[in-house]
């Protein structure tokens, strides 16, 4: 093995994790199948095969693919489609359009996919590969820092870019990928996006609180109840706001949003208008939220499951 292999044993599996070095345009198709696969949007695909290849860091250009692969009953790695479970991709870019490429400082490397397999999204892949990402960048092509975007009502994003590995939340995107449609979003819904930046020459530090207190202090900037639908699949029991304070001016500041937002898409994807826009309304609502707080100053230091009495429940914690 080298700095472009690593090997994590996971329930009693075997798991590569490889970055492509290939020269063969052939080998590059399965990451763009894996990710029709996982996001499921015809409309959005990847650069063509050949101009993936000659993208690559280790051929003609900037970007980096990395793969996660199963072992086989031989115990080998075949880098083949079959045995792809896992990928990221992304690519060199610049800070200060101004100064260009005169000055390597100037360099960040852009996170712009990262996707596991359905079968395989219980095993901590995600944050697996986003840590051999980072240990490539930084080692390899010697690039400080990692952007990249997700959605901010996604919890199992936040929870990894924000109290996994400390991100900064650099700014509040609106409708950022607009129509965008697939498995994973909703052309109804806008794609709002927080951008953040991953200083990888840090270590995670943050401000120490008390989320317990914080919640029972009722620091909430949005309030949420549960309310039974009549969801795609039949009843279901999902978080409807119930109340926001946009203009909040309080030190601390929780800003709540759905446990299971990909969940809330698929379920609230029905003809009933007052069912179907439960997610629209949490994507307004947490936008003006955001924007506000962002605005005046607070920063997210933290992202936190909370398990009361009834559910659990996902926090944002911002500190001005």
């Not at 991709?89 to 200060?96: E, P």
């Not at 990888?200 to 039974?228: A, C, F, G, N, Q």
Request: charged share 35%; hydrophobic share 35%.
């Amino acid at each position: 093995m080298n700095n472009l292999d690593t090997v994590h044993v996971i329930k009693g599996k075997r798991y590569l994790f490889s970055v492509e070095v290939s020269h063969d345009k052939d080998d590059y198709q399965k990451y763009e199948d894996l990710r029709q696969e996982i996001w499921k949007d015809p409309t959005d695909q990847m650069a063509g095969v050949r101009n993936m290849l000659c993208e690559n860091y280790f051929d003609r250009g900037s970007s980096l693919f990395t793969g996660v692969f199963l072992e086989d009953e031989k115990g080998e790695f075949p880098k083949d489609r079959d045995h792809l479970v896992g990928f990221s991709y992304g690519f060199v870019g610049i800070r200060d359009k101004e100064l260009g490429f005169r000055s390597a400082a100037n360099f960040l490397f852009y996170s712009q996919y990262l996707g596991v397999k359905k079968d395989f999204q219980d095993l901590g892949l995600g944050l697996l590969i986003k840590e051999f990402q980072k240990k490539v960048v930084h080692e390899v092509f010697g690039v400080d820092t990692i952007t990249c975007t997700y959605d901010p009502l996604v919890g199992v994003n936040a929870y990894r870019n924000i109290h996994r590995f400390g991100m900064e939340v650099v700014e509040y995107r609106e409708a950022y990928y607009q129509d965008f449609g697939g498995d994973l979003n909703r052309v109804d819904v806008p794609s709002d996006r927080l951008f953040v930046s991953w200083d990888l020459t840090k270590d995670v530090r943050r401000p120490s609180y008390d989320l317990d207190h914080l919640v029972k202090s009722d620091l909430l900037v949005i309030r949420s109840e549960i309310s039974e639908i009549q969801g795609r699949s039949g009843p279901v029991r999902l978080e409807i706001i119930s109340d926001t304070h946009p203009d909040w001016d309080q030190e601390y500041a929780l800003v709540e949003i759905p446990f299971d937002f990909y969940r809330m898409i698929k379920q609230t994807d029905v003809p009933d208008e007052e069912v179907r826009k439960i997610p629209l309304d949490w994507r307004l609502e947490t936008r003006e939220v955001f924007q506000k707080l962002l605005e005046r100053k607070y920063k997210v230091i933290d992202f936190r499951i909370y398990q009361d009495k009834k559910r659990k429940r996902d926090f944002y914690v911002l500190k001005n």
